[in-house]
């Protein structure tokens, strides 16, 4: 199986082709333009560079967020162009667990945590070993406190990893001794980890239509809270 993957759901944008076990090309751009700049770019120059056709491909992958709300719809609607147009199915990869499959074939507990700024992150729980990368909890909005609670709780060494990891590190470590901060090279979010847990989510799970595909972003975007805040409504 071949898998064109996208990530757009924090500052880098990367995009990479994946068959089974093998990363074919992969591209990776942090250079502060738009994902609406780069990505489209980056995916045509990277098949041509790679000679990689899209008849040759079996489905289109990408990060379905949390993250940015911006980024996540860039890479969606990318993701949902390229499948219509070259009428292949897609595969909605969570962004937390595609952090969680940088560690593939890693013995680590691992917690993929975002910065959702506010002391809020999003965050889910891993566990990597030599048969795969498996979820201990799903992904939620939670707070740096509620974060803590759950953290003090497991035994042995948690992986921090993501964008909020640092954050996270530095804010929790003295209250969880049990906290270690992932190296730069398995901290962020990479297209090439997105193809991994797509091409394992295949094996018990259907492709989606593009017109199925959707995101998910865990909590409404701050301009929504606002204004529910000022008509009186519940938080979600």
Known sequence: MKILALETSAKAASAAVVEEEEILAESVLNVGLTHSETLMPMVDFLLKTAKISAESLDAIAVSRGPGSFTGIRIGIGAAKGLAQGWRLPCVGVSTLEGLAWNFQGLDATICAVMDARCRQVYTALF???????????????????????????????????????????????????????????????????????????????????????????????????????????KPE
């Open 127 to 233: 566990r990597s070993d030599s048969e795969g990368v498996r979820r201990l909890r799903k992904d939620e909005a939670i707070s740096l406190d509620e974060l803590e609670k759950i953290l003090s709780h497991l035994e042995g060494k948690v992986m921090l990893t993501g964008d909020g990891a640092q954050l996270c590190f530095r804010e929790l470590s003295g209250k969880c001794g049990n906290l270690c901060l992932a190296p730069p090279l398995l901290r962020f979010q990479r297209a090439s980890s997105v193809a991994f847990a797509a091409i394992e989510q295949l094996k018990t799970e259907s492709p989606l239509s593009p017109a199925e595909l959707m995101p998910e972003y865990l909590r409404l975007p701050q301009a929504e809270r606002e204004l529910n805040k000022k008509l009186g409504k």
